[in-house]
Structures are given as structure tokens and as C-alpha cells.
């Protein structure tokens, strides 16, 4: 059976563009892979954070996988620090990662820009250990958002370094991105892409705003003067609530075109809004269901935990064994 891994770093809460862009892949690929879904706790440490706030984050994380609809029968579902393999390795593939490779990631410029006061050493090697992630379970296929195409290059050019150096020991990992969704627009910047950590919040939807908040901000986008529901590259703001709408309704970018053809922006707005609000109505009552019973939250990160070790460790013996470590 072919394997994926994806994850998503636990800090507040999962984003729209966080479910479109990747978790709808998740699930859509579950039936087909052996999948593994980690929250990727040991990525969030490279930003500074209240120790208190984000252990509560990272078990709301594990709410809010369930609560897309993640199966975690079907699928491994776990924290990344609980698999110890994922830190050896990181070492490991580090010591076969160039400065040259770090210094072209645009994620890692970003990141520094932003966080001044605090441009650690993790943030740097952060890549690295994303490749750790990825190929320690000798995954396939990594189904994630269009900006974190140039990370997963990168594991793959470790991968190939790796294996011509000691002979074939991790697979090659393709990427997979949605054709449409895989990058969604902030609401007040539609330049931009929508983010957690965006400092203007109206610009991003959090699954668990309330619906009140997810109208406001729907009404409140940033859209042009055209008042014409057409997806295209000029009218940035409206193709990315097109893109939205889209994705949510599961139904074309044509068929949206076509049902607000002569109608303004006011009215497809509004019943975007109702959509956005309606999808994520089931995922709001689990997510309840799910935060009220902690030992069975406890019960599948453990279980998870359990299985992903089995298979990291089985990659890391190989692994060791090549690298002449007794
Ligand atoms: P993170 O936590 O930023 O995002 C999780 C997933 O959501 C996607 N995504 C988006 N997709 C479309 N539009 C957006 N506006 C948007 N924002 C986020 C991301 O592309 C991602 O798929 N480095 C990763 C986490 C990670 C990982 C891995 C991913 C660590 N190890 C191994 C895959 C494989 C990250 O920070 O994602």
C-alpha cells in the first residue's frame, strides 16, 4: 500500500485555507493510502509560545483533526514528539543538507522577517526536519498547500542525495496539491495568503469562529468595483471567494460563474457566508463531542503514537545500519 504524510502545526487554530488547501485532500485520499496525519508539535517550538497555552492547542489540534473527519482507524493520527525517530533523523539528514539549500527557502526569509527578535537555529533547519517527517514512513505522496512546495523538493533532494551515497533507503516523495484551493487568499489582502499567524484577523477564517464571526468577515472581504462574479486573475479578491465557494459546494468554478451571472457581489457574499457556515456546522459539533472526552483523545494519540513508531523505527534501523553507526 503506497503512504502519505501531511501535518499541520498546532499553534491556534486550524485556518479555511489550512482545511481547503490540505485537509480536504486528507480525507479525500484516506480510502487509497495507508495515511499518517501528524500535528507537527516540535515545528511549532521554532516561535516563541506559553508553554500552558500550547499544550491546550496541541490537544484542541488533535479535536480538530477528528473533527474534519480524519478516520484515525483508517489512518495514523499523532504527535510528532511522541516519535522519537523523527528528532534522530532530522539529525541525521541535517549532516546531509546544505547552507546553500537553507539559504534558498522563501519560507525561512518570510519567517525571519516577521519574527526579528527571534531567528532561531530551528527556524533555519526547519526543513530538515519536515524531511524527516516525510521520510521516515518511506511516504509516496505528501498532500499539502501550494507554499510548501519548495520544503517538499527539498525532502526529495535529500532522499536522492541520501540514497546515492549509501544505497536505496527512503523512497521518493512526490508532492500533491489540489488544482483548485491549494493556496487560499487572505479575506483583507487578497494578495496575500490567508494565515494563522496573519496580524489582521478579518482576513483569516478560523473553523472555530462562530458563525456570527464567519459572516461578518465574509461581508466584510475585500473584493473591487467591477461587481461582476467572474474568476479571474484581476479581480483577485473574488476569484479567491469563488475558489471558496467552489471548494466548499463541491462544485465547479464555471457552475459558480454561471449561477451569480448578473448578480452583485452583495448577494453571492451572502450566500457564500450561509455555505461557509453551514460546512462547518458538523465539524463545530464534533469538535464539542470530541473536547468533552479526553481519555478517548488520550487513546488515539497513543495508539497513533504506537504505530508510527513501529514503522519509523523500521526505517531507521536501515538507515543507521547504512550510515556505520554500531
Ligand atoms: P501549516 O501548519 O502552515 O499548514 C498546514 C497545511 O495547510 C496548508 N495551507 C494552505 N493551503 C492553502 N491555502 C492556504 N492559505 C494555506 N495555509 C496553509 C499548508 O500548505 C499545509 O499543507 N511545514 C508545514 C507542516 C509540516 C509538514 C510536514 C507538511 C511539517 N512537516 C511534512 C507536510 C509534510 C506547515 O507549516 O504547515
Redesign the pocket.
Known sequence: EKVI?????P?GSL?L??Y????QNWKALEQDYQCLY?I?DL?SLTIRHDPKVFRESCLSFLAQYLACGLDPERNIIFF?SHVRQHAELNWILSCNTYLGELNRMTQFKEKSEKHKDNINAGLYT?PV??AA??LLYQTNL???????RQ??ELARDIAIRFNNAYGKTFELPDIYVGKV?????SLQEPEN????SDSNVNGTIFLLDSNDVIVKKMKRSVTDSENTVVYRDEQPGIKNLITIYSKLAECSVQEVEEKYAGKGYGTFKGDLAEIVVESLKPFKDKYEAYMTDPDYIVGIYRRGAERAAEIAEKTMKGVREKIGLV
Open positions: 504524510f501531511s501535518g499541520a502545526q499553534t485556518t485555507g489550512n481547503i488547501g490540505a485537509i501528524s507537527v515545528h510528532q526547519y526536519l519536515q517527517d516525510i505528501v498532500p499539502v498547500g501550494e507554499d510548501q520544503h517538499i484551493g491549494a493556496r487560499i487568499m495568503k490567508m494565515s494563522k
